[in-house]
């Protein structure tokens, strides 16, 4: 099952759908973003939103975020997700590499990511990627 990788520039009924589909399977407390949504981040510059396709349908997803500070650009990579029919067939893997491939490109010092402990496989690809784990308390200021 190889994976076809692309950047999403327009917003069609197709990634729509897919992201219906697949943001549940991501988040049980976060809703699909909908066609506005995915074209406010489609059309942002600072933002790569990957698609990954297998036999031409959509599998997966992972969002690439630039963010420039006096140290340098950096990167996040978030929300990344592929189908539960797709999974252990590399599709994680390839949407990974594109975004460090593309954070490259654009001349980021670093990409970084989170994971959920539970979440093994994912870890697992993570730091056969090349990421590792940070020494670091991450704090999250949740507005209501």
Known sequence: MAADIEIAVTVTDELVEAFDALIPQLSSSSPPPGRTGLEAIVATADTALFVA????????????????????????????????????????????????????????????????????????LYQRLGFRSRETNLYRYTFD
């Open 53 to 124: 396709r297998v036999d031409g349908r959509i599998v997966g997803s992972l969002t690439l975020a630039f963010y420039r500070i006096p140290t340098g650009l950096k990167a996040w990579i978030e929300d990344v997700v592929v189908d539960d029919a797709a999974r252990g067939h590399g599709v994680g893997e390839a949407l990974n590499r594109a975004a460090l491939d593309e954070a490259r490109r654009r001349g980021a010092k670093d990409v970084s990511l989170t994971s959920r402990p539970s979440r093994e496989a994912a870890n697992r």
